[in-house]
């Protein structure tokens, strides 16, 4: 299902129903959760809030049969980012929060998909929490996120892992701790160098830094006023 997550969603519905048609003939229910948590990803980036919730519950409903704590997590995070995005943010917060409870600590020989549900329910409940100026568990929770993608150490995480630090950036500027955000700029930028040694580049995770530099750099400026 590449299409579902690389935006072509017309494809990606149409691989979406013929797998979940599969695995109901075949009675997988773990396979059609899994199935079901990725149609949620495609509704969610197409701002269809009824199909979003329709194929969450459907995929929860799954997961209830067959334990999958990491694609289970990913279907709270992506209702939370439907709650957030329509400016619901308790109730975003209350979907993050069951979420990460599933995939709350790192174990021994867990997937790549629980780490990586960790690290990105972490760094959008930060923003959420960065609203309320809450701003210890805003750092508690990049951090946390920052950890999780590091450690999960695959270079396709890099783009996440840039946007995490610039995003840390911005709260540090936020919050008046520019040494703090230039410490966390530089972390960016040397995983953006490592990603351009590869011949990689991600337009939004270089658009994430610079915006964050730009941040830092007026912060400066108006310090020096």
């Known amino acids: 299902m590449v299409?579902?997550?690389?935006?072509?969603?017309?494809?990606?519905?149409?691989?979406?129903?013929?797998?979940?048609?599969?695995?109901?003939?075949?009675?997988d229910v773990h396979g059609e959760g899994r199935a079901r948590s990725k149609a949620t990803i495609l509704f969610r980036r197409m701002g269809d809030f009824q199909r979003t919730v329709e194929e969450a519950?459907?995929?929860?409903?799954?997961?209830?049969?067959y334990p999958d704590p990491g694609y289970a997590?990913?279907?709270?995070?992506?209702?939370?980012?439907?709650?957030?995005?329509r400016g619901q943010i308790d109730q975003a917060l209350e979907h993050y929060h069951t979420g990460l409870s599933l995939v709350a600590a790192p174990v021994a020989g867990e997937n790549e998909v629980s780490a990586s549900a960790r690290a990105f329910i972490?760094?959008?409940?930060?923003?959420?929490?960065?609203?309320?100026g809450q701003?210890?568990?805003?750092?508690?929770?990049?951090?946390?996120?920052?950890?999780?993608?590091?450690?999960?150490?695959?270079?396709?995480?890099?783009?996440?892992?840039?946007?995490?630090?610039?995003?840390?950036?911005?709260?540090?500027?936020?919050?008046?701790?520019?040494?703090?955000?230039?410490?966390?700029?530089?972390?960016?930028?040397?995983?953006?160098?490592?990603?351009r040694r590869r011949g990689d580049f991600d337009p939004e995770c270089q658009a994430s830094f610079d915006s964050a530099c730009a941040k830092l750099d007026e912060y400066q400026l108006g310090r020096l006023r």
């Open 3 to 27: 299409a579902t997550l690389r935006g072509n969603h017309v494809e990606g519905i149409k691989q979406i129903e013929r797998a979940i048609d599969g695995f109901v003939a075949l009675g």
């Open 73 to 85: 997590a990913m279907v709270y995070l992506e209702v939370g980012q439907m709650e957030a995005e």
């Open 135 to 195: 701003w210890a568990k805003v750092e508690q929770l990049r951090r946390s996120a920052i950890a999780s993608l590091e450690a999960i150490d695959e270079p396709h995480f890099d783009r996440d892992l840039i946007i995490s630090y610039a995003n840390l950036g911005r709260d540090y500027i936020y919050t008046h701790r520019p040494g703090d955000a230039q410490q966390a700029l530089a972390k960016a930028e040397s995983v953006i160098k490592a990603m």
């Open 122 to 132: 972490s760094d959008v409940m930060a923003n959420c929490y960065a609203v309320k």
């Open 57 to 65: 519950n459907r995929a929860l409903s799954c997961f209830a049969q």
